[in-house]
């Protein structure tokens, strides 16, 4: 990292609880020293300046949720790899999300990825390990194969967390399937933030999981029980209960851009985590691929199985965030707090995805939203 001071000037700082139109920050030895309207902040003489020309500055994206990314699959050890590239999309720090497969397949990549996390590689940070998949309900499979499905138990948590050396951070499955329910507590034991996903879990069902600790769904709208009006399922559960995080998928593809104005307006940016759900097809151009033994096609700007099935985006975070503002006209304020500040907050993370004087220098300069122009992760320039 760098030991002398850099300063970023005339940024339209998104801090992000603030919006600052002509701001400073300035870092050195990989932490933020300051932050504040130009006019406020003098960065010492010797500090190195980058003139930002209003363009916009924000904390780096915290991806919360994400498969791969150029025919890196990050399930097993091109996780190295992919930690490399994600930096030129403005991702400093990210969680790898496995796919369904036969359990001994599962434990053998889980493996993998710890030795990875052992030694990190240079790049956005590995925070830690989201397991999506066996344990989701056959009648919300999304891509994933039901055959190896299987509903959660303690037993299984133990040994998934045992192979990934305690790596383990975020667990998606479905609360309804057999005992699951019961396997809230051995989550949380094992310092795991249990995740609703892929469920057919009816409102009453979605608010004991509640009760018992789990506080984020995966990709809202996509793979879960529909909002009915007799049965309101985990769609109003989430909706309704104020430290519920919902996961956000903006690729153009997989939500409506009313509908994403509507979760905004409903849980506000506290309660959006952005994600890209990215599959190791982003960045790769149209065509078909071999997915850990999922056939999948890339056209016409989404990742599909042959009959149709979205699998996974192909958009990465920077594309999201663009999505947000620009599609969905989400105020660029909200739009960013969920790309960093929320998704930190959802794992517990108070240092990460805000700028404030003693926070880890993660950050991006953008030449407009969606284009990263300058990245820092730790204060050194990655981009």
């Known amino acids: 990292m760098a030991s002398h001071p850099m300063a970023i000037v005339h940024a339209e700082l998104y801090t992000p609880t603030r919006r ?49 990314i150029e025919g890196c699959d990050l399930f097993g050890p091109e996780l190295a790899e992919a930690a490399r590239r994600l930096p030129r999309y403005g991702v400093t720090a990210f969680v790898p999300t496995t796919l369904t497969l036969p359990e001994e397949e599962i434990l053998q990549r889980l493996q993998a990825m710890a030795q990875v996390m052992e030694a990190p590689p240079p790049g956005a940070r590995i925070l830690g390990i989201h397991i999506e998949g066996p344990h989701l309900s056959p009648k919300r499979p999304g ?42 507590p051995a989550l949380i034991a094992q310092g795991i933030i249990p995740v609703i996903g892929h469920s057919d879990a009816t409102y009453d069902q979605a608010m004991e999981a509640i009760r018992r600790g789990a506080r984020q769904i995966t ?30 998928i903006a690729d153009g593809q ?30 790769l151009p149209p065509g078909r691929y071999a997915w850990l033994g999922y056939e999948v096609i890339v056209v016409d700007g989404r990742c599909q199985t042959p009959e149709g099935a979205l699998a996974g985006s192909i958009a990465l975070m920077n594309e999201g965030l663009r999505v947000l503002i620009e599609e969905a006209g989400i105020d ?17 993370l108070r240092k990460l995805g805000r700028l404030r004087p003693g926070a880890p220098a993660d950050l991006v300069l953008w030449a407009r939203w969606g284009v990263p122009e300058a990245v820092w992760i730790n204060g050194e320039r990655m981009v």
């Open 20 to 68: 600052i139109e002509d701001g400073t920050v300035v870092f050195a030895e990989g932490r933020i020293l300051m932050v504040g309207p130009s006019h406020e902040v003098r960065p010492p003489r010797r500090a190195e300046r980058i003139d930002a020309r209003g363009h916009p500055v924000t904390p780096g994206l915290i991806d919360l949720h994400i498969h791969g």
């Open 332 to 348: 660029p304020l909200d739009a960013v707090c969920s790309a960093t500040w929320t998704p930190a907050q959802a794992l517990g």
């Open 219 to 248: 990709h809202f709208f996509n793979a879960m029980r529909p909002f009915h009006h007799r049965e309101p399922g985990l769609f109003t559960a989430a909706l309704l209960e104020p430290e519920v995080i919902t996961q956000l």
């Open 143 to 184: 891509m994933a194969n039901p055959a190896w499905f299987r509903p959660l138990t303690p037993e299984a948590v133990a040994r998934y967390q045992d192979a990934a050396g305690g790596r383990i951070l975020l667990w998606t499955f479905a609360p309804e399937e057999g005992e699951a329910m019961q396997a809230i």
């Open 254 to 283: 997989h939500v409506h851009p009313a509908a994403i104005r509507l979760l905004f307006r409903l849980k506000g940016p506290s309660g959006v985590a952005l994600i890209s759900d990215a599959a190791p097809m982003a960045g």
